[in-house]
């Protein structure tokens, strides 16, 4: 028997298979590399930010109010809303879907309390904005970089007892539940 330091092809053989397993694991780590990083610049998340959340009641009625704002890169669901989980009718909803920015800070408003129609006019600061009343069994589309107003009519389980005490608003969309807390605030008529 041949010995190995004699054979000159047994070192090569070592070195060369050592060369092909080298060349192809790192050929398919820059394949898994770029797979990854062409998934995940063209995925676009789901992102909602919402403020200026407010609960009131005046001893005859309750309402709910809040702003969000889609910053995401995608069009969002909106499936449900929520306060003190109690989920509100959409039929109690009012909303407004605007790509302009909003300052003013929303405010108690009579008008929503009363509307009989579909439609209501609200001043939010010194903008009119027309909110329209949601109907049942509906989902809003907030999409990408627009904002909603909301207000919630009576939502459940708000009474008078309930001022100073903090309550949540939900908003669930289809992927995900946002949640904000607040004060419920007496409403000056």
Same mark, same amino acid.
């Given at each position: 028997?041949?010995?190995? %330091?004699?054979? %000159?092809?047994?070192?090569?053989?070592?070195?060369?298979?050592?060369?092909?397993? *080298?060349?192809? *694991?790192?050929?398919? !780590?820059? *394949?898994?590399?770029?797979?990854?990083?062409?998934?995940?610049?063209?995925?676009?998340?789901?992102?909602?930010?919402?403020?200026?959340?407010?609960?009131?009641?005046?001893?005859?009625?309750?309402?709910?109010?809040?702003?969000?704002?889609?910053?995401?890169?995608?069009? *969002?669901?909106?499936?449900?809303?929520?306060?003190?989980?109690?989920?509100?009718?959409?039929?109690?909803?009012?909303?407004?879907?605007?790509?302009?920015?909003?300052?003013?800070?929303?405010?108690?408003?009579?008008?929503?309390?009363?509307?009989?129609?579909?439609?209501?006019?609200?001043?939010?600061?010194?903008?009119?904005?027309?909110?329209?009343?949601?109907?049942?069994?509906?989902?809003?589309?907030?999409?990408?970089?627009?904002?909603?107003?909301?207000?919630?009519?009576?939502?459940?389980?708000?009474?008078?007892?309930?001022? !100073?005490?903090?309550?949540?608003?939900?908003?669930?969309?289809?992927?995900?539940?946002?949640? %904000?807390?607040?004060?419920?605030?007496?409403?000056?008529?």
């Amino acid at each position: 028997m041949k010995s190995l %330091r004699k054979n %000159r092809l047994a070192l090569s053989t070592v070195v060369t298979t050592l060369i092909i397993l *080298v060349v192809s *694991v790192l050929l398919a !780590g820059v *394949v898994t590399y770029f797979a990854i990083n062409v998934t995940s610049t063209r995925v676009q998340e789901e992102n909602l930010a919402m403020t200026k959340q407010h609960i009131w009641n005046n001893q005859t009625t309750s309402l709910g109010a809040i702003m969000i704002i889609n910053t995401g890169g995608r069009d *969002v669901v909106i499936s449900k809303a929520a306060v003190r989980g109690q989920a509100s009718d959409w039929a109690n909803v009012f909303y407004n879907i605007t790509s302009g920015a909003i300052a003013a800070d929303l405010q108690f408003n009579r008008t929503i309390c009363d509307a009989n129609g579909t439609t209501a006019t609200v001043m939010v600061g010194s903008t009119p904005y027309i909110f329209t009343k949601g109907t049942s069994n509906q989902n809003l589309v907030l999409p990408s970089g627009q904002t909603m107003l909301m207000y919630i009519r009576t939502p459940d389980s708000i009474s008078v007892n309930d001022i !100073g005490l903090t309550v949540a608003i939900t908003i669930f969309s289809s992927q995900a539940m946002y949640y %904000r807390e607040t004060n419920v605030e007496a409403a000056i008529s």
